[in-house]
């Protein structure tokens, strides 16, 4: 051991956080456990794990040391007393929800939470006669009023997908902790480099791995932090039902999130240099980014996370043909689903992050068709924003072209 690694950095703790002890013969790097049982020749012993008295693992659907560093890594991260993982993001959104849930129950959440989460509220939860009331996300008071009006769980997230809505966690979390509700917040976007929700009054923290902490785009994961009490729950939920990390999907997780800071940081000077660039030019319509002062809740931005993250949004004049027009041409993004990777990724919501829901639930969310979602890299600025330029400048000639010829 090396010592206690509390009180350190998050950029120390990113690369040393989690992994002293499972460094064995002098390897510096964490391993990959494949073995699905942990064996005892002693059965008091295997009697004394099974019981949970004594630190080991017996089967791996319930733990493995692989993915034990990764919990730990994310859980010293969110400065959270314990943390479970889950094989994808929504895996631990659904987990911890149907964990803290029962038939009668009440959740107040938001209109434009992450698509497959807003599925979970709209399609699976009435199905077990648990009352969902989903607020518009930048109206502080009804969150505050719905809350007020009792609920079970409080599920929050900051910024939103895809519109960068910022909701006020510490003021919300307040309000939820006050009527008994377990208060629950969707880290991803912002991450724990730029924002700890924790701190700020939640219960529970949680990410999709596959996304930022990752990093890379070659592994999905999920993670859910807070009190031990909670997480055991919500570990055991998952233990029986069966959605666990693979050991190999953990240690690609664990790889990437040594580079989370430096990525992170990098990710978020990228998007705020673009998103000031986007506002100058003429074929933009809008450009949603919480570090831009003209975003409604800036100055909230601004008191709960550390950067504003690598997420942006913007909207094109001309609707969704100038978009299908100008997304093709971008040399340096990946038109596909996935973001917080290194690779710039770029996409409109009705193919990615909101597939799942028509055209009628969309609008109701508030999300343009003509909306483009734009995860940035960690290429060299200068560089994207030329792209983007010359991408601008291709899809205004071609519907300047297009509406002459009408
Ligand atoms: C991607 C995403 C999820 C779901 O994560 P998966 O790993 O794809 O299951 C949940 N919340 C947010 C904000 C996301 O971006």
């Avoid at 790097?29 to 073995?35: I, L, T, W, Y």
């Avoid at 000077?269 to 800036?298: R, S, W």
């Avoid at 995860?375 to 560089?383: F, L, Q």
Wanted: with cysteine; proline share 4%; net charge negative.
């Amino acid at each position: 051991m090396r010592g206690n690694v509390e009180n350190i950095d998050l950029g120390t703790q990113t690369v040393w956080g989690g992994e002293d002890e499972y460094l064995i013969q002098g390897a510096t790097q964490v391993p990959v456990v494949h073995s699905v049982g942990f064996g005892y020749r002693d059965l008091d012993e295997w009697l004394d794990v099974a019981l949970g008295k004594r630190e080991g693992h017996i089967y791996g659907r319930n733990t493995n040391p692989t993915v034990h560093v990764f919990e730990e890594k994310v859980r010293l991260l969110e400065g959270a007393e314990a943390a479970t993982s889950f094989s994808t993001g929504m895996a631990a959104i659904s987990g911890t929800l149907f964990t803290l849930l029962k038939p009668g129950d009440r959740v107040v959440s938001v209109k434009d939470s992450y698509g497959g989460t807003n599925k979970i509220f709209t399609e699976f939860l009435p199905r077990f006669q648990i009352d969902v009331a989903l607020c518009d996300t930048s109206d502080y008071e009804q969150i505050e009023r719905e809350t007020r009006a009792g609920c079970t769980v409080l599920y929050l997230e900051s910024p939103t997908n895809p519109t960068l809505k910022v909701v006020d966690i510490e003021r919300l979390a307040k309000v939820g902790r006050e009527v008994g509700a377990t208060v629950v917040v969707d880290n991803t976007f912002a991450t724990p480099i730029n924002q700890n929700p924790l701190q700020l009054g939640a219960d529970l923290v949680v990410h999709s791995a596959t996304k930022f902490l990752g990093g890379h785009a070659d592994a999905l994961g999920g993670i859910v932090c807070g009190s031990k009490d909670l997480v055991e729950e919500i570990y055991h939920y998952r233990e029986i039902n069966g959605a666990t990390l693979a050991p190999m999907e953990a240690y690609l997780l664990l790889r990437g999130m040594k580079t989370l800071k430096l990525r992170v940081e990098r990710q978020s000077e990228n998007a705020a240099q673009i998103a000031a660039f986007l506002q100058t030019h003429p074929l933009v319509d809008e450009v949603f980014y919480p570090g831009l002062e003209t975003h409604l809740h800036h100055d909230v931005a601004k008191k709960q996370m550390r950067r504003f993250g690598g997420m942006l949004s913007f909207s094109l004049k001309g609707g969704f043909d100038t978009v299908k027009v100008f997304l093709p041409r971008l040399r340096f993004a990946h038109l596909a689903a996935n973001l917080g990777a290194v690779e710039t990724t770029a996409g409109p919501p009705r193919t990615t992050s909101h597939v799942e829901c028509t055209p009628a639930e969309r609008q109701a969310m508030g999300i343009p068709e003509n909306l483009i979602r734009y995860s940035a890299g960690i290429e060299d600025v200068d560089d994207l924003i030329r792209d983007l330029q010359q991408a601008l400048a291709y899809a205004e000639e071609a519907t300047r072209v297009n509406s002459s010829q009408r």
